[in-house]
């Protein structure tokens, strides 16, 4: 049985600000500047309780309440929001073991909610005639899964599941007149029906690979936007390959590759993308010393889709030069052998600042 309090603060306060010279004196340009002000907080409590009966069965189930509160300000326009909202999220997990098969059935609701990007409304433009900002007004969405899996041999799994996706947001391309606008609006729900299968060996003794498949239908509902949703479908698959190099087991040469095949989702197709990622990771001194070189996105693919709205389609080709190098250096103080129990807390709330 466990039980626990969760409190975060989430805040941002950006003063980026331009002035126009006139008559030698620098007089503020609100249009342009970027003065934005947000504050979030975050009220969690949570239970579980975790049961095993026999041999074969597991189970644990959970409850968890969330109250946030939410404040944004724009000192350019004077407008300012504030909103609070609470919500329960609820999970139950069971499992049968027999042998090397694994049976299980879960059930989760979780929250996504949106970036600082997603909710600062300053104006990004691209050229004269197209800017793109946020929304300050953007609301969280929420999901609901219901899974059903199986594992055999901890080597191969398999799954199918049912998504519930509701109050979903993205970023949404206006058109005024010649001029393009981009902002983020909550628009869809979506009903995602799929399957995942992944298959682990290794070959060889210093081949290790993992090939996984992907795949869903989707049912959307739009709203807020003129636009018919596409029959949605989606099918990836990933190839990764680990060789070990030496016999002591400290060298290693990766090699991975993932492919999306064309799919729709929403209002939007996207084309064909695959990605190709290699490196090297070396370890030294007793394994104390780890050193990582990876080059990304080697065929430096471009992403690619179309967008249809009831009075007009658009298209796009997105080449970010995308190829990437990256080197990474890990050293460990200390003596690596004796474990330390510890409770891992995720503060996903970090990630939302970009």
Known sequence: METGLKFNQFKNSTDLQYFNIINNQYIPDSQRANLFEYQEENYAAYFSYAKSFGEHWETKAGLRYENTQAKSFTPSTHLGNH????????????????????????????INRPSMSNLNPFRWYENPYSYSSGNPLLKPSYINNLELGYTYNSKFSTSIYYLKLKNGFGQISLLDGISQI???????DNNFYGFNA????????????????????????????????QKGHSVSYSFNNTFTLNKNKTLFF????????PYKNVNSSFHNFSNLNSGIKVSLMEKQLQINATVTNIFAQKFRGD????????????YWDGRGFRLSVNYTLGNNKKKVS???????EKDRAQ
Do not use: M
């Not at 298959?199 to 936007?225: C, H, M, P, Q, R």
């Not at 090699?255 to 095949?261: A, E, F, G, H, W």
């Open 182 to 188: 981009g902002t983020y609006l909550n628009y869809y």
């Open 342 to 348: 510890t409770k891992s807390i995720n503060f996903e």
């Open 83 to 110: 909103y609070n909202y609470g919500q329960w999220f609820p999970s139950a997990f069971v499992s049968y073991k027999e042998n090397k098969n694994v049976f299980s059935l879960s059930y989760s609701r979780r």
């Open 254 to 261: 990766f090699l991975n590759y993932s492919q999306d095949l």
């Open 307 to 318: 967008v249809y709205f009831s009075d007009n389609s658009q298209h796009f080709n997105n």
């Open 198 to 229: 992944s298959y682990t060996d290794k070959f060889f003794n210093f081949w290790e690979a993992s090939l996984s498949v992907n795949g869903s239908l989707t049912d959307s509902k739009i709203y807020n936007i003129e636009a018919e949703p």
